[in-house]
């Protein structure tokens, strides 16, 4: 796949007309055709063995996601106790991969988590519109990580996109990478906002040269969050990008994904569209919070045979 | 990240999901259906017919001789009268309780038509047993309005007719055979293919179960001897075939100054061309559901990929990496792709032609699979560096072997997808509308698909040019066949 990708990326992010070409150079995507794939694979069947191999997958996947103006250091303490201790019925249940919490309540979250290997994710510049100036994103990053943060939730500027200022929005990316420091970054495209499969495929391209660690699919603080579809998009990209470049990407859908049965075929995606080698927390997230919950009920019938309801997993 | 590894996932294996065989309940034997009730072959011959993805016999099957056949026109020639009488209303009534109960029956068609002729279970339940039921509901609704289908105020049926159909979409090519022919009036002997009788003869009994007057759909099940009795019986006036095109010229021959009505849907060698302007992932979908939809044994199936130069490389690429996540196996798991050769004689003729693909030399391609141990099976395969003279270029192979082509521009890539003695149908893929346009009005197909192959639906006509034959199925074209005009 793109075979015509030069052999030096700064070639395409030379000025904005060259990021321009590239962008609009790419192949497009048919809606119909993208959409009748993802629903293809959405019948795939995964029972039994491959179930309780897709639920361990999928928990251990999971960005434990609290992004409330009503948060409080209560409420994310009893989160990461959640994600310490996903069932108390069951220790070998795997824990999420991270919490993810507004920047001012990232040191509450580090410290209730303390050592234990479950990343503290932060969201920032100006989530979930974006819509700040520069220096204020930035400051907003610094905090983050300044307070411990281990991942970075950035979004970009879907107004500066739309208008096809892509070098605004690749700066902006350059910058907060910069920002970021040793923690990871993650770029949230919204793409309920970007309304064509060929702005999420430019807008994945354009995240992706500018240095993002992982593509993110939604805030989902708006109509339309993660999709299959445009998860699928995504995949392709990360895949496409890694057989140009060499350098691996990694995914979140976030947003919408509720049930086990919805993990399981964003799992099937990822199987079948980049492969195996993005079966895992560190190349694919799942932003989630209420999942956590239903995949351990599904877990639990699992082990013991029976469906024992809500009142057997804990809420946080 | 500290805590987090880098290392790549682990396999994701899915576990067998195969959909349970309980849904069927398959006699040991069946007679022949007709004037509604089944019946014994006259002279008691059967043939088997057996499940191609494990070789076991599935059930024994009446052969139809001459006097069968001739009790079954009989049969058809006599509740012609009364239910070309019937107001196209009460006719439509009987094809809507026909269409609702191919739904209510859909799982245990589904199965029993993956059982008998191979393919995955995913494609019978999501494609095959849904278009049949369509096919009915749409027919059932033209039976009142044929005043209105551009054939005049008062259209005729034209009486009875003789319906051979072939093997690889049986449930499918009975409804596009029976559903029109009643609804305009006629009343029907079909003649299912030899090794996938099962579902037709389920469908009599959801005739009886429809209250549908006997004579109406009579089922002569057998091989080319019975269909052959039943295209040259004198008192047909209606011949409908699918199948092969040499039998389709011997059919040409039979009825020749008889007067019959003739309508024939053949063979295919379709060209599908991805200019270099195409949605390349979903025109790489385009591809495998072209050519490896139903193992390539579909009579429109995109055989002849026509890819332009400049993206031919990436093109190879991408359709390799994807054919390599494709599922062959049990057809009746859930999961399965790529399902069984529906004969030993089809995987035969398929061996055949992919040898002289390999000896004229084309460079093949095979999809890493594992081939089950019994059973009939072929992995999918792509002949690169074909040229219009090879014979897998030209001859239908009706199996899962795709031939790739190039082309440099868009007049030389129509002259290609042109020649062939075939026409029924081609698949264009650009992102350019105009381009897309100029393209399929130049390509001498029934069917052009654009940036879709293999789609269908009852309200489309669907039928060939020159050697793929003549008249068009589907659609309120589709009615033609069935009406004197």
Known sequence: ?316 | MSSLSPTPGKAFDYAPAPESRAAVDIAASYGLFIDGKFTEAADGGTLKTVNPATEEVLAEVAVGGAADVDRAVKAARKAFKSWSALPGSERAKYLFRIARLIQEHGRELAVLETLDNGKPIRESRDSDVPLVAAHFFHYAGWADKLGHAGFGPDPKPIGVAAQVIPWNFPLLMLAWKIAPALAAGNTVVLKPAETTPLSALRFAEICVEAGLPAGVVNIVTGAGETGRAVVAHPDVDKVAFTGSTPVGKEIIRTVAGTGKKLTLELGGKAANIVYDDAALDSAIEGIVNGIFFNQGQVCCAGSRLLVQESVAEQVLEMLTRRLGTLRLGDPLDKNTDVGAINSAAQLDRIKNLVAAGDAEGAERWTAPCEIPAKGFWFPPTVFTGVTQAHRIAREEIFGPVLSVLTFRTPAEAVEKANNTPYGLSAGVWTEKGAKALWTAQRLRAGVVWTNTFNRFDPASPFGGFKESGFGREGGRQGLEAYLDV
């Not at chain 1, 096809?164 to 970054?185: M, P, T």
């Open chain 1, 1 to 316: 796949m793109l075979s015509a990708f030069p052999a030096d990326p700064a070639e395409v992010t030379s000025s904005e007309a060259a990021l321009s070409r590239f962008l609009h150079g790419l192949p497009g995507i048919d809606k119909v055709g993208a959409e009748s794939r993802a629903a293809m694979l959405g019948t795939r069947s995964i029972k039994k063995d491959a179930k309780a191999f897709a639920i361990d997958l999928a928990i251990s996947m999971i960005d434990l996601t609290t992004l409330e103006g009503a948060d409080t250091p209560g409420k994310v303490r009893a989160l990461c106790a959640k994600a310490l201790h996903p069932d108390p019925s069951a220790p070998d249940a795997p824990r999420p991969a991270a919490i993810c919490v507004y920047p001012d309540l990232v040191g509450i979250a580090k410290e209730a988590l303390g050592k234990a290997p479950v990343n503290v994710a932060s969201v920032a510049t100006a989530f979930p519109s974006g819509r700040a100036a520069l220096d204020i994103k930035l400051a907003d990053v610094a905090q983050a990580v300044q307070a411990g943060a281990d991942e970075i939730d950035m979004v970009i500027d879907r107004g500066a996109f739309l208008s096809g200022r892509y070098q605004q929005v690749f700066d902006e990316i350059v910058a907060v990478k910069a920002a970021c420091g040793s923690a990871h970054l993650k770029v949230i495209l919204e793409t309920g906002e970007l309304s064509t499969y060929d702005n999420v495929r430019r807008a994945s391209w354009l995240a992706m040269l500018a240095g993002a660690d992982f593509i993110k699919t939604s805030t989902g603080k708006v109509g339309t969050n993660a999709t299959l579809p445009v998860t699928l998009i995504m995949m392709e990209a990360v895949r496409d990008f890694r057989a140009a470049t060499g350098r691996q990407i990694g995914v979140k859908p976030a947003g919408g994904i509720r049930t086990t049965k919805d993990a399981i075929k964003y799992l099937v995606l990822v199987n079948e569209t980049a492969g195996p080698d993005w079966l895992t927390p560190d190349w694919f997230r799942l932003g989630a919070s209420s999942l956590l919950n239903d995949l351990l009920m599904q877990r639990q019938k699992l082990a013991t045979g029976r469906y024992s309801g809500p009142d057997y997993v804990t809420v946080d």
